[in-house]
């Protein structure tokens, strides 16, 4: 009954810039907390950036000052914003939301994940 889609990733130079995109749709009646994780080749799962559905923001370490999350609740839709990307950016970048939605007059809250998208930076 909700799916997320995501968009936006590829190939860049160090340097460059990239914006992913996280749309869910189905019966949404509230988007709450939103994220971004990343995953490299023999990591764990890192959690890049959050945005409450209050506009609260919280960053890695790793990518503060470089990338921006945003949400745009008319779209039901997550962006990060990714400036000056780094070689150790390269990694596949998931979105997680955590959803109200209802399926007739009963209301549920669950997470759901993108499916991933590929971020490979070059040096």
């Known amino acids: 009954q909700v799916q997320l889609v995501e968009s936006g990733g590829g190939l860049v130079q160090a340097g460059g810039s990239l914006r992913l995109s996280c749309a869910a749709s189905g019966s949404i009646f509230r988007l709450n907390a939103m994220g971004w994780y990343r995953q490299a080749p023999g990591k764990q799962r890192e959690l890049v950036a959050a945005i409450s559905n209050r506009g609260i923001t919280n960053y890695a370490d790793s990518v503060k000052g470089r990338f921006t999350i945003s949400g745009d609740n008319a779209k039901n839709t997550v962006y990060l914003q990714m400036n000056s990307l780094k070689p150790e950016d390269t990694a596949v970048y998931y979105c997680?939301?955590?959803?109200?939605?209802?399926?007739?007059?009963?209301?549920?809250?669950?997470?759901?994940w993108g499916q991933g998208t590929q971020v490979t930076v070059s040096s």
């Open positions: 997680k939301e955590t959803i109200t939605y209802y399926r007739g007059s009963v209301y549920y809250t669950d997470d759901y």
